[in-house]
C-alpha cells in the first residue's frame, strides 16, 4: 500500500499536471482531455497539495447566507470535492452538477450527493429544469474564455437574490482586471463579499506562496 502511494506520488503526469495547472491548458477539447486523464488521481493529488478552497468557500456561505439554499448548482463540480462539502451543511437540498469532464462526472456520481450531473461547458446554456438559490464554481474561473457568458448564464440560472461563489487566482485577477469585470456586473448583482488573498495549492512547489486564490460571493438583484 505504502508502495503504491509513493508510486503516485512521483508519478511524472501528476508533475506535468502541475506545470500545466499554472501555465494554462488551452482549449476546451484540451482542457476536457486533461482533466479525464487526472479524474483517478484528481482528489488524492488534492488532498497532497492542500487544496482548502471547498472548505473556505462553505465558512463563507454559513456566515453570509441568511437563507437556507434548496437548489443548488455546482459548475465545475470535477469530482465533486466541494459537492461534499456542501452537502454536510445543506443536507436536504437538491444539488446539481456540471463539468466538461465525464470521466471526472462519473467519480462525482459514485460520491452520491448529486441530484443530477450534466455533462456540459459552462458557458453553453442548458435549460435546467429549475432555478437555483445557489451557484458555485471553486477552481475553475481560470477556463473561463468569456465573462459574459458566464455571468448571463449564472444570472439566468438564479432565483432573485441567489447568490454566486466562486473563486478566481490572483494572478489572473491582476492580468484580466478583474476588478473591473465585478464593476461591471454591477446591475445585475451586488458584491457581497471578496476574500483577500488565500492559499490555493500550498503545498504544490509552482503555486505555494506565489499564487493564492480570492473567493467571491455574489447576490443576484
Ligand atoms: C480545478 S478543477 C475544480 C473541480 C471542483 N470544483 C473542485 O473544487 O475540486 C476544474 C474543473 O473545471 C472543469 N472545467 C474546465 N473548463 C470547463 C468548462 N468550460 N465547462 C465546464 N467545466 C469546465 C474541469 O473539467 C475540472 O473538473
Redesign the pocket.
Known amino acids: 500500500m505504502k508502495l503504491k502511494i509513493l508510486e503516485i506520488e512521483y508519478h511524472p503526469s501528476i508533475m506535468d499536471k502541475a506545470k500545466s ?1 499554472l501555465s494554462g ?1 488551452g482549449n ?1 477539447k484540451q ?2 482531455k ?3 486523464s487526472w ?1 483517478n488521481h ?2 488524492f493529488t ?1 488532498d497532497k497539495w492542500k ?1 482548502t ?2 472548505k473556505k468557500s462553505i465558512i463563507i456561505l454559513k456566515k453570509k447566507l441568511k437563507n437556507y439554499p434548496h437548489r443548488i448548482l ?10 461534499v462539502e456542501l452537502k454536510k451543511i445543506y443536507r436536504n437540498s437538491q444539488i446539481y452538477g ?4 465525464k470521466k ?1 462526472l462519473k467519480i462525482a456520481k459514485e460520491k452520491n450527493i448529486y441530484k443530477k450531473l450534466i455533462n ?5 446554456t442548458f435549460n435546467y429544469e429549475t432555478k437555483f438559490e445557489l451557484i ?5 474561473m ?4 468569456s465573462f459574459d457568458k458566464i455571468f448571463s448564464n449564472t444570472k439566468n440560472y438564479l432565483k432573485k437574490k441567489g447568490h454566486f461563489i466562486f ?1 478566481h487566482r490572483t494572478d489572473l485577477w491582476d492580468k484580466q482586471n478583474f476588478d473591473e469585470v465585478l464593476r461591471s456586473l454591477k446591475l445585475d448583482f451586488k458584491i457581497n463579499y471578496i476574500s483577500r488573498p488565500c492559499n490555493y495549492l500550498p503545498l504544490n512547489n509552482d503555486f505555494k506562496n506565489k499564487i493564492k486564490i480570492r473567493l467571491v460571493l455574489l447576490e443576484k438583484y
Open positions: 495547472l491548458i476546451i482542457t476536457q486533461y482533466y479525464d479524474s484528481y482528489d488534492l487544496y478552497a471547498p455546482d459548475l465545475a463540480c470535477g469530482t465533486g470535492l466541494f459537492g456540471s463539468d466538461i469532464s471526472s456540459i461547458n459552462f458557458e453553453k458555485s464554481m471553486i477552481g475553475a481560470t477556463y473561463c474564455k473563486s
